[in-house]
């Protein structure tokens, strides 16, 4: 199983990044997908989270709105679209795959940076 972040980096206040995960090893459509972030000195959070059907959405209170979850089950890709970025959303950004309680993988995290 793999699941593989895009590179993130550097970006201005109020700038946008879009980050991917590539995924193999598991079938990508069964599995709800989300997106995780970890700051310095802080716990892991939910940031996004999407059905396996991509029908259904769900996104912590601090990005709603700023930011948008997608998926492409022909590609086993998971997206996570960020714009107006704030020094707040630094952070290792963390892909996760989550098939009910019993399976679920995680990426190996790309750091964002939120800087001017």
């Known amino acids: 199983v793999q699941l593989v972040e895009s590179v993130g980096g550097v970006v201005q206040p109020w700038g946008s990044l879009k980050l991917s995960c590539a995924t193999s090893?598991?079938?990508?459509?069964?599995?709800?997908m989300s997106w995780y972030r970890q700051a310095p000195g802080k716990e892991r959070e939910l940031v996004a989270g999407i059905a396996p059907a991509g029908g259904h959405t769900n996104y912590a209170d601090s990005v709603k709105v700023r930011f948008t979850i997608s998926r492409d089950n022909a590609k086993n890709t998971v997206y996570l679209q960020m714009n107006s970025l704030k020094l707040e959303d630094t952070a290792v950004y963390y892909c996760y795959a989550g098939f009910g309680l019993a399976l679920h993988y995680w990426g190996q995290g790309t750091q964002v940076t939120v800087s001017s």
């Open positions: 090893g598991f079938t990508f459509s069964g599995y709800a």
